[in-house]
């Protein structure tokens, strides 16, 4: 059983940074998948970052070269640097894992572990 918490989220101005932590548990989370998500008012939840257990990453390309997700196994955290933020970037970012069999990166059904969320505003 993994279990996940986010922290770090709050509120910006427009081409600020914030930095989103995800701390992680589990006996085996070594193994997992590791992905951020966003749900904006209104719209459908989106993949923003995925992190495998082999160190590989992806991003959704509303976000290359912004946005830098990395994990620190010392401290059981994941992280979401989001640099040069944008309005359109207010959401509720969620972290997740997942264990399942799929190329990388996996499927937003794939995500078997969730957060509860942490809201991020920015402001233009």
């Known amino acids: 059983q993994v279990q996940l918490e986010e922290s770090g989220g709050g509120s910006v101005q427009a081409g600020g940074s914030l930095r989103l932590s995800c701390s992680i548990s589990?006996?085996?989370?070594?193994?997992?998948?590791m992905g951020w998500f966003r749900q904006a008012p209104g719209k459908e939840r989106e993949g923003v970052a995925a992190?495998?257990?082999?160190?590989?990453?992806s991003y959704a390309d509303s976000v290359k070269g912004r946005f830098t997700i990395s994990k620190d196994n010392a401290k059981n955290t994941l992280y979401l640097q989001m640099n040069s933020l944008e309005p359109e970037d207010t959401a509720i970012y969620y972290c997740?894992?997942?264990?399942?069999?799929?190329?990388?990166?996996?499927?937003?059904?794939?995500?078997?572990?969730w957060g509860q969320g942490t809201q991020v505003t920015v402001s233009s």
């Open positions: 997740a894992a997942s264990n399942a069999w799929y190329s990388f990166p996996p499927p937003e059904y794939a995500y078997n572990y």
């Open positions: 589990g006996a085996t989370y070594l193994s997992y998948c």
């Open positions: 992190f495998d257990s082999d160190g590989s990453t």
